[in-house]
């Protein structure tokens, strides 16, 4: 009785040569993959992840008393804060202010202390230039003459704060608070509580502007989705007209428009509506309304290509099932266009609540956002760590927002058309 030969794939599948060469043809596809997507994923490290990772690093990084004063660190690290310290430490901090000031450190550790004690900075400078030729051997008596400052808890709690190289005073500066003397966590001074009022600010300005994006931005998409394709096409390019001007240009010519003899304000005198212009430059509602122009097609664009793909056979379905228009439009064709909306909305507010160049031009003294203090502290302050501590802040309140608004909405609805 003779048996059957086995089926040829059988026969091709068992062959341990061919499945060498199938692996070997499956791993130079996954090479040949990681390849081509290598050039955007390193392009996305040194551009996005590094960056920030070097924020978050700064925020909590605290290097200068460390590195310039090292033993004084050492010794302020065992000061129990229960009284003003001894001679030891006297000693160290006055050999220290020496040295510092030999070496031109001084004003950066100055600075530092500055932003943790007001007036550290002159005292710092003060006692450095007297102890250049002080020749004695008791620090603490002769520091305490020359300022009575060294006596008290304060001045020392700065460098309490400041003794170790990781610390998390810049994130409660964030939140206007500090550090006390006992090391307890306690609200800032009033004149210094302003982070958070300009936190909630940010936020407030944001909303708006996303309000009234969608206001203005959801007729105009659907607008543009029911015109005939030669009118809709006219339309979308004066959509798309802001994205061919510079932001300097747009937001300049807000200035314009808005100032107390701008074209608004004229217009508004000359046609007897107003008595005397309107207040409508560097303050909040220069703000909005340029930020609103600015931003308005990046809500326009995603909601006017998901309506685009909304059928409408089913508002005709809904009308002959005895719907009226608006009620047909509410319950079968909102509800599809939600998810373009919503991608609109969502891009309109992460792109608002960090803008800079807008604010600072057009929104004087109360217009401005916290975006412009973490650049004054970059820039002007040089306070990196607390520029930084301020970027991570917001950071954390847009991925808290951004959960609930996945959790109301569902970030798997937005869609782009």
Same mark, same amino acid.
């Given at each position: 009785m003779s048996t059957s030969a086995p089926p040829a794939d059988n026969m091709q599948?068992?062959?341990?040569? *061919?499945?060498?060469? *199938?692996?070997?043809?499956?791993?130079?596809?996954? =090479?040949?993959?990681? /390849?081509?997507?290598?050039?955007?994923?390193?392009?996305? *490290?040194?551009?996005?992840?590094?960056?920030?990772?070097?924020?978050?690093?700064?925020? =909590?990084? !605290?290097?200068?008393?460390?590195? !310039?004063?090292?033993?004084?660190?050492?010794?302020?690290?065992?000061?129990?804060?229960?009284?003003?310290?001894?001679?030891e430490v006297f000693a160290s901090v006055g050999k220290a202010l020496v040295l510092a000031r030999e070496q031109k450190t001084i004003g950066r550790i100055a600075n530092r202390l500055n932003s943790e004690q007001s007036g550290m900075r002159s005292l710092m400078t003060k006692t450095a230039r007297k102890l250049k030729r002080y020749e004695g051997s008791d620090y603490k008596v002769f520091m305490l003459q020359q300022d009575k400052r060294w006596g008290e808890m304060e001045t020392w709690g700065a460098f309490k704060?400041?003794?170790?190289?990781?610390?998390?005073?810049?994130?409660?500066?964030?939140?206007?608070?500090?550090? !006390?003397? !006992? @090391?307890?966590i306690v609200p800032q001074p009033e004149?210094?509580? =302003?982070?958070?009022?300009?936190?909630?600010?940010?936020?407030?300005?944001?909303?708006?502007?996303?309000?009234?994006?969608?206001?203005?931005?959801?007729? *105009?998409?659907?607008? /543009?989705?029911v015109l005939p394709p030669s009118k809709s096409n006219l339309l979308m390019i004066l959509v798309l007209l802001p994205f061919w001007t510079s932001l300097l240009v747009r937001t300049s010519a807000w200035i314009v428009m808005l100032q107390g003899k701008g074209v608004v304000n004229?217009?508004?005198?000359?046609?007897?509506?107003i008595s005397e212009p309107l207040d409508m430059m560097y303050n909040q509602i220069g703000t909005v309304v340029a930020m609103t122009h600015i931003l308005l097609p990046f809500l326009v664009l995603p909601t006017y290509s998901v309506m685009k793909s909304i059928s409408p056979v089913y508002m005709r379905?809904?009308?002959?099932?005895?719907?009226?228009?608006?009620?047909?439009?509410?319950?079968?064709?909102?509800?599809?266009?939600?998810?373009? /909306?919503s991608a609109g909305a969502i891009l309109v507010f992460i792109l608002s609540i960090g803008y800079y160049i807008t604010p600072a031009l057009? @929104?004087?003294?109360? @217009?401005q956002m916290i975006s412009n203090l973490i650049a004054y502290h970059m820039q002007t302050s040089l306070n990196w760590g607390l520029g930084a501590a301020l970027a @991570?802040?917001?950071?954390?309140?847009?991925l808290v927002l951004y959960g609930v608004y996945n959790r109301l909405v569902g970030a798997s609805q937005m869609k782009l058309g």
């Open positions: 599948v068992n062959d341990p040569a *061919l499945k060498r060469k *199938l692996k070997k043809a499956e791993r130079f596809l996954k =090479i040949r993959a990681l /390849l081509l997507v290598a050039p955007l994923v390193l392009f996305v *490290l040194f551009t996005f992840v590094f960056p920030l990772a070097e924020m978050l690093y700064r925020s =909590i990084h !605290n290097p200068v008393l460390v590195d !310039n004063m090292p033993e004084v660190a050492e010794l302020m690290q065992r000061w129990d804060q229960q009284q003003i310290p001894g001679e704060v400041l003794s170790s190289e990781f610390t998390a005073t810049h994130y409660l500066a964030a939140l206007d608070l500090q550090y !006390n003397v !006992n @090391g307890e004149s210094r509580q =302003i982070y958070v009022d300009m936190l909630l600010k940010t936020l407030k300005l944001s909303l708006m502007v996303t309000l009234f994006c969608i206001i203005l931005g959801y007729p *105009l998409a659907y607008l /543009l989705s004229s217009f508004l005198l000359w046609t007897g509506i379905a809904a009308r002959s099932l005895g719907a009226t228009p608006g009620h047909a439009f509410f319950k079968v064709y909102f509800p599809q266009s939600l998810p373009g /909306l057009v @929104g004087g003294r109360t @217009g @991570g802040s917001l950071l954390a309140v847009v």
